[in-house]
């Protein structure tokens, strides 16, 4: 094992381009994934100094949204994801609690006027700071064939899955 | 069109985690994606204080690296892609100029040791700042039907695409 430490002065600035406008309103009781919620609708103000990259984004069905874990204050390397009972490695999960608080979710894009996208399957909180938008292209991203770890529930119990406050 | 300007004071901080080592030194004549050097494998060495993060993420096949693009040093919101010859906004491609710096790929696990991940697929440039690690969830991340707009080409064009300088 290679001994490496972080330089603690290499640091990056990021800034919102736009903000998520969900109807989840509190972090408790939240869809924890995009495939627990695909008939929730939410939309996307994207600031004016961004608008002209929106340009051809509407010829894509899905879109990933990265964003900022806005309500996320702390860094702990070992939860208990909603799915699961046992404490795990956060980078082995999708827990808020990372060392940078970046989020990402595949939606469904349906429309795109001005400056205001309107999308589904939204697991975001309402107010959540937006950082990118990048288009899901399948001939990118397509995973054929993939073994998920400790992560074995079903489609159901993602679908009936809410979150709770442990990431607060 | 809700007219919204962005908070210039609204700024979040980032750290690397980790750094990217790939056979890719220089940012031209490198594959575009990670469908495009399936074959090409590489290391992520993770700093000594998030380690403990990596726990159980060995049962995971694919990861999404999220990292910052560091020789990207300006933003242009139209751009004409690598697999592309018109302009396009940049919010519908993986173009670095984005406004924020910040790149997505999945790539293929094989082996955690220590700090080392070894990997897969890496489209990757050598030095790169690492900001995360996700794993693919295949239940939360399949997209079955999705369509593409502009982005046309088929697998072996992908194959074959090489980057050159254009978004220095």
Redesign the interface.
Known sequence: ????????E??????????VHSPHTSLAGMPI???GCPDVFGEI??????V???????????I?L?Y?FHQAKRTQ??VVPFMDTQ????????SPL?????G?S?VRLHEI????LTVSGLDILDGT?L?????????????S???????Q???EE?RQKRSDSRFL
């Not at 990372?98 to 970046?102: Q, S, T």
């Not at 006027?113 to 205001?116: A, E, M, Q, V, Y």
């Open positions: 094992m290679i001994k490496t430490e972080s330089n603690l290499e640091k990056y600035q990021i800034h919102p381009i736009g903000k994934q995009p495939k103000i994207i600031y004016d100094e961004y002209d990259g929106l340009q051809d984004l509407g010829g894509f069905s899905h990933y990265l900022f390397l070992r404490e795990r490695g956060v980078f082995a999960t999708r990372r060392p940078n608080h970046i990402l595949v006027d001005g400056n205001r700071p950082l990118d938008i990048k288009p899901y292209i399948d001939k990118f991203d397509f995973v064939q993939s073994s998920s770890g400790w992560m529930a079903d489609e993602i």
